[in-house]
């Protein structure tokens, strides 16, 4: 419920050493480009250990499935996150449509 009427935001919890990103529609945000969130998500996943990368889709009823897609492939294609144990995904019942493309990378 954190950061409503955001399509998208992160948060490095330094104390686990998680990384969560929420992603609440597939749709860019007038205010915030999805690339440049995208950037400092990757900086982070380069500059400090992630044990955990959660990306939560639970309240997700899709739009543009393109709009993750080049984050989600340099996340899988990263050994560091792309492994059991590391990264999680969370889907709901509103997860819908295209916001369900992205359980398959």
Partial sequence: MENGGKYYWYRYLEESQTLYFQYDRCQEMSDRSFVSL???????????????????????????????????NELTNRPSINRNGVFYVCLGMRTQSSANHHVCY
């Fill in 38 to 72: 995208a950037i400092e998500i990757m900086e982070i996943v380069e500059t400090r250990h992630v044990e955990k990368f959660i990306f939560d889709i639970r309240n997700n009823p899709g739009g543009s499935s393109i709009i993750a897609a080049g984050l989600l």
